[in-house]
């Protein structure tokens, strides 16, 4: 079992790195720095989901509570 983690492991290595080691190369950069700022832009857009998802649910509980439907005119 622990033979077949290590041959997984070093398939992503050689592949799966490949890119960012590809890319930081045609940029001029230390791949290192290219794989911290897809780490880093991934969390960031994280929170940012998860900010407007928050922000989207209050918005909808304020909308059903300002325009609840009423059953007459006189429940004013």
């Known amino acids: 079992m622990l033979q077949f983690v290590y041959k997984i492991r070093h398939y992503f290595e050689k592949r ?3 890119v960012s080691s590809r890319l930081a190369d ?3 950069m230390r791949a290192k ?3 911290l700022f897809f780490i880093y832009v991934s969390f960031a ?5 998860f900010a407007i ?3 989207l649910a209050f918005l909808l509980k304020l909308k ?3 325009f ?3 059953s007459s005119v006189f429940d004013l």
């Open 68 to 70: 609840t439907k009423r």
């Open 33 to 35: 720095s290219v794989r």
């Open 45 to 49: 857009t994280l929170g940012l989901w």
């Open 26 to 28: 045609r940029l001029g």
């Open 16 to 18: 799966g790195f490949y």
């Open 53 to 55: 998802y928050l922000t």
């Open 64 to 66: 059903d509570l300002v």
